[in-house]
T-cell receptor, first 112, second 111 residues
Framework: KAGVTQTPRYLIKTRGQQVTLSCSPI?????VSWYQQTPGQGLQFLFE???????NKGNFPGRFSGRQFSNSRSEMNVSTLELGDSALYLC???????????FGQGTRLTVV | SQQGEEDPQALSIQEGENATMNCSYK?????LQWYRQNSGRGLVHLIL?????REKHSGRLRVTLDTSKKSSSLLITASRAADTASYFC???????????FGKGITLSVRP
């Protein structure tokens, strides 16, 4: 069974640009969550999607958005990038909203 | 949302020793999950214990759950250098709970 796939693995962007990150969950999983991880703040919850609907949202500005498609694949978008957005972005999928989560390897975003 | 509070924040032991990590939470749960993260990589699910279970084993891992004290412990026996990582607990309260994580425990296993 293929794991959670995140693309791209590494990304360098300039301040002010926007970026789209992709997450393909494990086949059959309907829940996808996104996290931002930085050395200073640790793992911060961004949002959760289940059956194409956003179910929960973390405390991030509106520049951070996401969506989930009918095949459960998810994308997150960050507009008007700031230096502080440099982080490891992790995606996790689970069968439902109770079960264990499986994480991708993450996308390392560097904003210069 | 609910997150677990892991304790201690850091733990350093010699290879071969056992490592015990604790997690406390505040409200009733459906299950509690433990994860490991090696430096700069995604989290790996280790073990899930349901609220009606008291103890669970998986290889060198032993997890206990005390719902009356709202706490869980993760024991890694005969630790190895490869166990060096950060460990997180996550209490799942239900379908509406955010999957949020605490600061985790940094475990260092010295060769």
């Amino acid at each position: 069974k293929a794991g959670v796939t995140q693309t791209p693995r590494y990304l360098i962007k300039t301040r002010g640009q926007q970026v789209t990150l992709s997450c393909s969950p494990i086949s059959g999983h309907r829940s996808v969550s996104w996290y931002q991880q930085t050395p200073g703040q640790g793992l911060q919850f961004l949002f959760e999607y289940f059956s194409e609907t956003q179910r929960n949202k973390g405390n991030f500005p509106g520049r951070f958005s996401g969506r989930q498609f009918s095949n459960s694949r998810s994308e997150m978008n960050v507009s008007t990038l700031e230096l502080g957005d440099s982080a490891l972005y992790l995606c996790a999928s689970s069968l439902d909203r109770i079960s264990e989560a499986f994480f991708g390897q993450g996308t390392r975003l560097t904003v210069v | 949302s609910q997150q677990g509070e892991e304790d201690p924040q850091a733990l350093s032991i010699q290879e071969g020793e056992n490592a015990t990590m604790n997690c406390s939470y505040k409200t009733s749960i459906n299950n509690l999950q433990w994860y490991r993260q090696n430096s700069g990589r995604g989290l790996v699910h280790l073990i899930l214990i349901r609220s009606n279970e008291r103890e669970k084993h998986s290889g060198r891992l032993r997890v206990t759950l005390d719902t009356s004290k709202k706490s869980s412990s993760l024991l890694i026996t005969a630790s190895r250098a490869a166990d060096t990582a950060s460990y997180f607990c996550f209490p799942r309260t239900g379908a509406n709970s955010k999957l949020t994580f605490g600061k985790g425990i940094t475990l260092s296993v010295r060769p």
